[in-house]
């Protein structure tokens, strides 16, 4: 895993949520729920694909989408009632089958990430359900949020038992 980004490192980042912690997010433990967390971290991940491409028309036009294949989730911190957090997400690399992604919850109460939220997403044909390569499209305006993401100068903090892997 690599370091962290700082709070500041985050915020080059445009949040895709910005919001309160609510008092169906909490748990018995007090504070925001697992469920929440995985909820609004793959939200944001889909808005980018979204922005991307992979939208209402594109499912039902073309019948391709985009499926989740693995995630892995980290706590840093916790959310509490009343926490106003902001939930910030980025596209790290791509296959011409798989994308590669991660989204951060950051607690603006206290200026710290809270969550991490990192997934791999596969492309697939919702008439075979099967793998199948990503549209010229899509393809191109995830290499130009891929590139803003490296443009950002900092390493996402991926836990590098995951991610696009290549032959």
Same mark, same amino acid.
């Given at each position: 895993?690599? &370091?962290?980004?700082?709070?500041? =490192? ?7 949520? %910005?919001? !309160?912690? $609510?008092?169906?997010?909490? &748990?018995? =433990?007090?504070?925001? =729920? ?13 808005? =980018?694909? !979204? ?5 209402? $028309? ?5 019948? @391709?989408?985009?499926?989740? *294949?693995? !995630?892995?989730?980290?706590?840093? /911190?916790?959310?509490?009632?009343? &926490? ?14 798989? +994308?590669?992604?991660? /989204?951060?919850? +950051?607690? !603006?109460?206290?200026? /710290? ?5 990192? *997934?791999?997403?596969?492309?697939? /044909? ?6 199948? %390569?990503?549209? %010229?499209?899509?393809?191109?305006? @995830? %290499? ?24």
């Amino acid at each position: 895993m690599s &370091d962290l980004p700082s709070f500041e =490192n985050i915020l080059q980042i445009p949040a895709t949520f %910005d919001q !309160q912690v $609510e008092p169906e997010f909490i &748990d018995e =433990n007090g504070h925001m =729920n697992i469920g929440d967390y995985f909820r609004l971290g793959s939200w944001a991940m889909w808005k =980018n694909t !979204q922005a991307a491409g992979v939208d209402r $028309e594109y499912v039902d036009e073309l019948q @391709l989408t985009l499926f989740t *294949a693995e !995630q892995h989730i980290r706590y840093y /911190s916790e959310l509490r009632l009343g &926490d106003r957090f902001t939930v910030h997400s980025r596209i790290l690399e791509r296959s011409a089958r798989v +994308v590669h992604g991660m /989204s951060f919850i +950051v607690d !603006q109460e206290t200026s /710290s990430l809270a969550c991490t939220l990192e *997934a791999t997403l596969v492309h697939v /044909s919702t008439a075979t359900r099967r793998t199948v %390569d990503i549209s %010229d499209e899509v393809a191109s305006a @995830l %290499d130009v949020m891929i590139a803003e993401s490296d443009a950002l100068g900092w390493a996402a903090p991926v836990c590098g038992a995951m991610g696009v892997r290549r032959r």
